[in-house]
């Protein structure tokens, strides 16, 4: 059957159809959902959440979107009542949550048992400039950081982001334009890896305890972001890292598993997680 057909059974109360339709965008949703949240479990339960009450709505749905914007918008709005209840990240949260893993063999222990018995323990330097701009996106305002990974990463138009966030055209593009002011001074002060008084160099560091016998110059270089650096045009320079952690699923890349870990260190460390060894 041809999509519309299958939207046809699914307004019919067809669920296998519906399941049909939500694949199609299911792992583009829980990455985007992950973007977010920064956990795992609450990704799958946000995404069965969503896809429940996607169904259960499916009456509602007045076709004025494409199905993938409107289920968009609700996996957004229950996102949204979760990280209300949460304090936005600070910028040093990398810091805090290096400070916790040098200072807890333990959680020290689990990142190298991650790194050597997982399928997914690769530790990559690109990939861990998408941690960062994860990291760094929470310490935006919901709105902002919402419209942020929608348009660059995911490459919603701003009419669609518009209905997702319910707001006006002129609020979307103001809300995009200050997240990225504010991720571009927060890279201008902390990235050493593009700027050398930067005071975070976390990528290099990890590379060099994870990857000893790689030249850590030889892998900075492979990334077009250092070549432009020397540039120095913060706009650019930007577009560059949206570039580069669009084309990574942090779900499923080849270091995601390492990377999650060093996440959930971030999460408690700054307290969205109350004990790094609790499911």
């Known amino acids: 059957m041809e999509n519309e057909e299958f939207l046809k059974s699914a307004l019919k109360g067809d669920i296998n159809a519906f399941q049909t339709l939500f694949a199609e965008f299911q792992s583009q949703l829980k ?37 993938k914007t409107w289920v968009f918008t609700i996996a957004t709005h229950l996102a949204y009542d979760h990280l209300k209840k949460l304090k936005r990240w600070p910028a040093d949260a ?7 893993a040098i200072n807890t063999p333990e959680i020290a222990q689990t990142f190298r048992n991650v790194h050597q018995t997982s399928g997914k323990g690769v530790y990559e330097m690109k ?12 310490t935006l305002p919901i709105e902002n950081q919402v419209a942020l990974i ?13 209905l997702i966030l319910n707001q006006t055209e002129g609020v979307i593009k103001h809300l995009l334009n200050d997240a990225r002011a504010t991720m571009t001074d927060v ?15 976390q990528c290099s560091q990890l590379n060099a305890i994870f990857n000893p016998k790689q030249d850590q110059q030889e892998q900075r270089m492979k990334l077009e972001l ?11 320079l ?27 260190c971030t999460r408690t460390a700054v307290g969205d997680k109350s004990d790094f060894f609790a499911p």
């Open 31 to 67: 990455s985007y959902l992950y973007r977010l949240l920064t956990d795992r479990n609450d990704v799958d339960d946000l995404t069965h959440d969503t896809f429940i009450k996607a169904f259960d709505k499916l009456s509602t749905f007045r076709q004025d979107s494409s199905l």
């Open 94 to 100: 990398q810091d805090q949550g290096a400070y916790l």
């Open 127 to 138: 990939e861990h400039i998408d941690f960062c701009f994860t990291c760094i996106s929470k």
């Open 150 to 162: 929608l348009k660059d990463m995911y490459d919603f138009k701003v009419k669609e982001i518009c």
């Open 187 to 201: 890279y201008e002060h902390r990235c050493a890896l593009i700027n050398k008084n930067g005071i975070c160099d």
């Open 226 to 236: 250092v070549k432009e650096s020397t540039k120095f045009n913060r706009e650019e």
């Open 238 to 264: 930007f577009r560059l890292r949206t570039e580069l952690v669009k084309a990574i699923d942090p779900l499923n890349s080849t270091g995601a598993d390492l990377q999650d870990i060093i996440m959930s």
